[in-house]
């Protein structure tokens, strides 16, 4: 086993082996526990070679194998990414699945990462080559979405690896005019709330 290990070529992707443990709610989480390599020439099926953390992973979200979809077109990569499962989305990346592949409404795994998932994963995305500034059937990029949902450090993060801020979505606006009008909305909503205490205050009895 040394001797093919040592033989194995330097091109040969580094694979990690998982141990599962429940969370309080139930949820399965992947801890990092070793590094082994795989060669990817071996006789066994690649699924075969998938650590069983990594299957059972699959097998409690209803997937069953790497390249299964959900419902919607939903892949593996897209569930990790979307919950923040940066392990899972590491494993899955390094077995080769597509980090471009889109579902049933135009999303990648990067777009799921944007809405919920941790810095660590939109990186990892980006990194695995995942198109920054693709949009999805109804014409919005990853980075006008950041921005329609208040998520500035996601924003900043997509800026900052080269989205395009020039991009317009179908109403014409782009993704910095989106964080404009949400600051507005914001400061309306709070001039609003602070209107709404001051007529309190003054309609409250004089105590003193």
Same mark, same amino acid.
Request: proline content about 4%.
């Given at each position: 086993m040394a001797a093919a290990r040592a033989a194995a070529?330097?091109?040969?992707?580094?694979?990690?082996?998982?141990?599962?443990?429940?969370?309080?709610?139930? /949820?399965?989480?992947? =801890?990092?526990?070793?590094? =082994? =390599?795989?060669?990817?020439?071996?006789?066994a099926?690649?699924?075969a070679l998938v650590p069983a953390a990594l299957s059972s992973w699959l097998a409690y979200h209803g997937f069953p194998d790497l390249h299964s979809r959900g419902i919607n077109g939903e892949t593996p990569l897209m569930r990790?990414?979307?919950?923040? #499962?940066?392990t899972v989305v590491e494993a899955l990346l390094a077995f080769g699945v597509r980090a471009d592949?889109?579902?049933d409404d135009g999303n990648h795994a990067l777009w799921f990462a944007c809405l919920h998932g941790g810095p660590a994963t939109i990186l990892r995305l980006? #990194?695995?080559g995942t198109p920054i500034d693709h949009a999805n059937d109804d014409d919005?990029?990853?980075?006008?979405?950041?921005?329609?949902?208040?998520?500035l450090d996601v924003l900043?993060?997509?800026?900052?690896h080269g989205a395009s801020a020039e991009l317009c979505a179908p109403d014409?606006?782009? /993704?910095?005019?989106?964080?404009?009008?949400?600051?507005?909305?914001?400061?309306?909503?709070?001039?609003?709330?602070q209107g709404a205490v001051t007529q309190r205050i003054a309609a409250a009895p004089d105590l003193l």
């Open positions: 070529p330097s091109n040969v992707p580094l694979l990690q082996n998982a141990i599962m443990i429940m969370h309080t709610d139930t /949820a399965l989480i992947v =801890r990092q526990h070793a590094l =082994r =390599r795989v060669d990817p020439g071996a006789d099926p690649l699924d990790a990414a979307q919950h923040g #499962e940066d592949a889109l579902d980006i #990194e695995a919005i990029t990853c980075l006008m979405q950041a921005a329609a949902s208040g998520r900043q993060t997509l800026l900052g014409g606006r782009s /993704a910095l005019d989106m964080v404009a009008d949400l600051g507005l909305q914001l400061l309306h909503a709070a001039l609003q709330m």
